[in-house]
């Protein structure tokens, strides 16, 4: 087991604390495992089914297709985890602490995605003939751009011309485009800022009084998600009428069940809990007497809850994963807490290298799978769309490793050891400001000849 060490400059004055943890192998192919199921269910639903509706989807499509909702589950628990697994000594303890906590996040997620979202973006402007010097004037790409730009877009539930901001650059005409798995990312920001306010209490946290939080925050979350799915027709009255249209009535219920901070914010803290098990001396023995059989089970369940059971679940299918996040979190701490067959199995080289990869799985999955995969696979049978898609799959592994050690790893390494040093949190800052001014000066003009034209 490799150690991995983590170290900052110490303000004056301040506490000073060792800061080295063991590296968990089993993360790596955890992290794998939950970019593959959202993977997989896209790609099913993109090359196989061709975006059929989900309520013409046979049993087993509707079960594959029904995946990512617990790839996301265990993404947002396992972020939690990590998170306070290599942070609790360093986040809290002073301006410094913080500071080196959001350069590493930020690099860790903001190059690929300003890559990406630089893409699509250029493919919109080309599309509404900003490009070329005639634009159409009828779609507002300026508006929500600070909004993308700063990961705030899922943070509320914001209608921006008719639709959800998180959604805006989704969808023109028939030209799908990535940005649709950016509102994670979004919601996966505003856990990284909340993070530093809980750090210090939860690491204080042992025995009874954390078997309790985590107890209450796993009933919280069921509640909430239990609570919202077998709600969604009032809920869907009453946001239609907070938001003036019907379908923005549904969008609200949708966010309020997939993309809402409120809900995954629980997961995170799931994560984080199980973590804090993993790290108290007192509680490491969990399980330990029967750890094969402990490890198996869970995993069993979660399994069996998420395929077998979606066919039971009735108007809890849409949440069966966010439902299961407690017990996800249980897998994440026995996976990584004992030496069983499946943590030596989730440690092994190909996990670990795709779980590092998962990332670039995660955003770039979209080009191999929607554009290259599902275009050619459309005039096929059934069979033969099974075999493209497979293909798509290898495809996407190879594209993000590849991503990963050519683009991702090397911006990572590069602002983690210049952003203090040249100062980038001011030049960042400065250009978001300039950068929201002209946006809402252009969207101000692109809304008012569009009503001129109109």
């Known amino acids: 087991m490799s150690a991995q060490a983590l170290s900052y400059p110490i303000e004056p004055g301040a506490r000073v604390v060792a800061l080295v943890q063991p590296h968990l192998r089993a993360l790596d192919g955890i992290r794998f495992v939950a970019a593959f199921l959202v ?163 939860l690491s204080r946290r042992r025995g009874r009084s954390l078997a309790t939080v985590a107890a209450t925050v796993a009933a919280g979350v069921a509640l909430y998600y239990a609570g919202g799915a077998c709600s969604t027709w009032p809920l869907q009255i009453w946001g239609a009428r907070l938001y003036g249209s019907v379908e923005l009535g549904q969008k609200f219920t949708d966010w309020l069940l997939s993309y809402s901070p409120i809900g995954r914010f629980g997961e995170f803290l799931l994560g984080a809990a199980a973590a804090q098990f993993h790290l108290a001396p007192r509680t490491r023995g969990i399980f330990a007497r029967r750890p094969e059989l402990a490890t198996a089970a869970v995993t069993v369940a979660v399994l069996a809850w998420n395929t077998a059971g979606r066919g039971v679940l009735g108007p809890l299918a849409g949440v069966g994963g966010s439902l299961s996040a407690g017990a996800v979190a249980c897998f994440i701490l026995l996976a990584t807490l004992h030496r069983t067959r499946i943590s030596r199995v989730l440690g092994s080289q190909l996990l670990v290298k795709g779980g ?62 210049n952003f203090a040093r040249l100062r980038l949190h001011v030049v960042i800052s400065q250009a978001f400001i300039v950068t929201t001014l002209f946006c809402i000066v252009t969207a101000l003009h692109i809304h008012a000849v569009g009503r001129i034209a109109g």
């Open 39 to 201: 993977l997989a269910g896209h790609g099913y639903w993109y090359v196989v089914c061709q975006q059929t509706g989900r309520e013409q989807l046979d049993p087993v499509s509707h079960v594959i297709v029904g995946l990512p909702g617990l790839g996301m589950t265990l993404f947002f628990v396992l972020s939690g985890f990590v998170i306070h697994y290599n942070y609790h000594s360093s986040v809290g303890l002073g301006r410094t602490g913080n500071f080196d906590f959001f350069v590493a996040r930020f690099s860790r997620l903001y190059p690929l995605f300003l890559a990406v979202f630089a893409v699509e973006f250029s493919r919109l402007l080309w599309l509404q003939g900003d490009a070329n010097g005639a634009p159409h004037n009828d779609f507002d790409l300026f508006g929500p751009l600070p909004f993308f730009l700063s990961f705030t877009q899922t943070w509320l539930f914001i209608p921006y011309d008719g639709k959800p901001l998180y959604e805006h650059y989704g969808l023109i005409g028939s030209h799908v485009q990535a940005t649709g798995a950016m509102w994670s990312l979004s919601t996966e920001a505003l856990l990284y800022l909340l993070y530093p306010f809980i750090s210090g209490w």
């Open 356 to 417: 590092e990869a998962s990332y670039s799985l995660y955003l770039l999955h979209f080009y191999t799978m929607h554009e290259w995969a599902a275009t050619n696979a459309a005039e096929l049978e059934i069979p033969e769309r099974v075999i493209v898609c497979v293909i798509g799959i290898a495809m996407s592994v190879m594209l993000a490793r590849g991503s990963y050690l050519w683009f991702e790893r090397p911006a990572q390494r590069w602002l983690r050891g």
